[in-house]
């Protein structure tokens, strides 16, 4: 996979040539050869300690706030499917930056549109109109409309990020919820275990894991959590005092763990009998990730949501959020009721435009059907090698997940260094969220790597 892998197998070559060879003494610590033999062996070994790269990051990193803990490569350049590190080292990535370039790396359309704005204008604030704001809400709206999701959709909050787009809804649904109960008790907010939601205050609250919460608790109160999936506890989870409920009908970072098409029509029902305002979180699973423009494009109308939020592929890696809304939600705002500086700026939401345009292409989305059957019939082969190892596929589309019975960090450390990019979501989970424009033979040939990976790892 990397540009020397030619010269890598020639050093491999002549390592397996030297062996055959009468011993001689080396002046080289046994782990120094080991080192050289082991890297002469893989295409993409990690950069080493005195690599450019390791030089790079250790400048870096004093500078930064610890919050991820990251692999030894720096990306610096990135087409198609495939980016490129510092020694330039080729990698296949099956993350696309978890889910959001789902038009790979370095779109040529997008490439070109932020060049035209860039020189035309950035930003003047929500003070004023733009043309852009509008458009992008626009088309928003009649694309989820004409793809069958969100029957009602009317308006469109437009913001930076995927957990701004969870804040708009959680404040909308109090909102709507201080309209019907003047009172106040109808301000409790219901989401589920194994959820993620965003990591600001409010989205936080809704994100029912001690990992991402004990370190700041307490959480905002009135946030009740239930069960994923679990039919028959919804009608004593959400309440006369409940005012909104968030939900993903795909948990990406839970473990790919998709809602049945029962529990969703069970809770958009609980929601409508005690008027709380139902949202669905399709930051990570819509925008066509399923095959469809968004996952719950395919459930009955009394099914479909109030509050649709999305971000991620909706910039293909530049920064936008969105809350879809219908006019139950939307009639009971009013301006001053919420904002934002940045949200809706005109570069952000040309580059939007031209994402959902392109997103939402029917021949695109037939795509994304069938590079699922790839994954889905080599992930049964690879069920079938390591029995052990892989116990269940989970997910719809290209947004995938392969359950495993242990800790994945070796699996893909191996596919890193022999030129694949994978992620881990849930527990002890693997998940796949290519590019959708990733080319079969890409598919395929990532997919190599992985069985080799495992098999270097067992």
């Keep these: 996979?990397?540009?020397?892998?030619?010269?890598?197998?020639?050093?491999?070559?002549?390592?397996?040539?030297?062996?055959?060879?009468?011993?001689?003494?080396?002046?080289?610590?046994?782990?120094?050869?080991?080192?050289?033999?082991?890297?002469?062996?893989?295409?993409n070994p990690d950069p080493s300690e005195d690599s450019p790269s390791a030089t790079l990051i250790n400048q870096h990193s004093k500078f930064m706030l610890a919050t991820y803990a990251r692999p030894p490569p720096v990306f610096v350049r990135g087409e198609g499917s495939y980016l490129w590190d510092l020694e330039n080292r080729?990698?296949?990535?099956?993350?696309?930056?978890?889910?959001?370039?789902?038009?790979?790396?370095?779109?040529?359309?997008?490439?070109?549109?932020?060049?035209?704005?860039?020189q035309t204008l950035w930003h003047a604030s929500n003070l004023y109109y733009n043309p852009w704001t509008g458009a992008l809400s626009q088309l928003l709206v009649e694309k989820t409309l004409e793809s069958?999701?969100?029957?009602?959709?009317?308006?469109?909050f437009v913001c930076n990020s995927g957990s701004e787009a969870n804040e708009a809804a959680i404040k909308f649904a109090r909102k709507v919820g201080k309209v019907l109960d003047p009172a106040g008790a109808k301000h409790e907010f219901v989401s589920f275990y194994n959820s993620f939601h965003?990591?600001?205050m409010g989205s936080l609250s809704a994100t029912p894991n001690p990992k991402y919460q004990q370190p700041f608790a307490p959480m905002v109160p009135g946030f009740r959590y239930g069960t994923y999936n679990d039919v028959e506890a919804i009608k004593d989870l959400v309440t006369e005092n409940t005012c909104g409920v968030i939900v993903e009908p795909i948990q990406g970072e839970g473990g790919v763990n998709v809602a049945s098409d029962e529990f969703l029509v069970a809770l958009a029902k609980r929601c409508r009998d005690v008027g709380a305002v139902l949202v669905y979180d399709e930051i990570q699973c819509g925008l066509s990730r399923t095959g469809e423009l968004w996952a719950h494009g395919h459930l009955p109308k009394e099914a479909h949501p109030d509050v649709l939020t999305t971000a991620k592929a909706l910039g293909n890696g530049f920064p936008i959020g969105a809350a879809i809304v219908n006019s139950r939600v939307s009639?009971?705002?009013?301006?001053?009721?919420?904002?934002?500086?940045?949200?809706?700026?005109?570069?952000?939401?040309?580059?939007?435009?031209y994402v959902v345009s392109q997103l939402s292409d029917p021949k695109l989305q037939e795509d994304v059907v069938s590079k699922s059957k790839i994954f889905r019939e080599r992930f049964k082969s690879i069920r079938e090698q390591f029995p052990d190892l892989v116990t269940e596929v989970r997910g719809k589309g290209l947004i995938l997940g392969l359950q495993l019975t242990q800790d994945p960090s070796s699996i893909v450390k191996a596919a890193r260094e022999r030129g694949l990019l994978v992620i881990t979501c849930g527990t002890n989970t693997l998940r796949f969220v290519p590019p959708l424009t990733?080319?079969?033979?890409?598919?395929?040939?990532?997919?190599d790597i992985l069985e080799e990976a495992i098999a270097a790892t067992r």
């Design 1 to 43: 996979m990397a540009f020397r892998l030619p010269v890598r197998r020639i050093a491999s070559a002549r390592v397996r040539c030297l062996s055959s060879q009468p011993a001689t003494a080396s002046n080289l610590s046994r782990n120094v050869q080991e080192s050289i033999s082991r890297d002469a062996s893989l295409p």
């Design 90 to 118: 080729k990698y296949l990535d099956f993350t696309a930056g978890i889910a959001v370039n789902a038009l790979g790396h370095s779109d040529p359309g997008l490439a070109k549109i932020i060049a035209d704005q860039a």
């Design 198 to 200: 965003g990591r600001t």
């Design 438 to 447: 990733i080319g079969e033979d890409e598919i395929q040939s990532g997919l």
């Design 331 to 353: 009639e009971k705002m009013k301006i001053g009721d919420h904002g934002t500086t940045f949200g809706g700026n005109p570069m952000a939401c040309r580059l939007a435009h």
């Design 148 to 156: 069958g999701a969100l029957h009602d959709a009317a308006t469109v």
